[in-house]
């Protein structure tokens, strides 16, 4: 928590020191689920800085109020208050996909994995037009590795594109 900015109102920001990727107990050197690491493709001990939607600033602020949590607590503590198994994340995740979701929603690729939001939200700054080099700063990727995984994903601004350049003449004396 002390590392969330979740003001009364508006824009918060989560500030993300390192990954914690999980990645099986045969394939770390401490033989845990997770691989403490720094972020990558940054210098050790390099942070980056994520915005929180005003929606989920004030949902973040209630957990925390209702659970009296302290600035050194985690959000969404595991059995006996240490990390989230992913197992158990994953079991929440398809609860909550299936009751949210019609049948043949759930049973669609999209969303079955927790990690497919970040792809969703990603495609979304893309598609409001903000800048790739903002989007790559936020999502922590380099400009060249999101345009080459979303440069198809970014859709429904034509319109704009083409209003945008309406006034460049590129024939002298043209009407």
């Not at 045969?26 to 845990?32: A, E, H, Y």
């Not at 198994?85 to 299936?98: H, P």
């Amino acid at each position: 928590m002390s590392d969330a900015t979740l003001p009364e109102t508006g824009w918060g920001e989560f500030i993300v020191h390192d990954a914690r990727p999980e990645v099986g107990s045969q394939w770390t050197d401490t033989g845990k689920p997770h691989d403490d690491r720094d972020l990558k493709g940054r210098a050790e001990g390099d942070t980056r800085t994520v915005p929180i939607h005003p929606d989920l600033v004030a949902f973040l602020r209630v957990i925390i109020d209702r659970y009296k949590l302290k600035p050194t607590d985690l959000l969404f503590p595991g059995e006996n208050g240490g990390m989230l198994a992913g197992s158990v994340f994953r079991r929440v995740w398809m609860k909550a996909r299936k009751a949210v979701l019609k049948p043949h929603e759930f049973q669609s690729p999209a969303g079955k994995r927790v990690y497919d939001c970040r792809h969703t939200c990603l495609t979304a700054w893309l598609n409001k037009g903000i800048p790739p080099a903002q989007v790559a700063e936020w999502a922590g990727n380099s400009v060249p590795v999101l345009l080459a995984i979303y440069a198809r994903c970014i859709a429904g601004q034509l319109a704009n594109y083409l209003k945008q350049i309406e006034e460049i003449r590129y024939v002298p004396g043209a009407v």
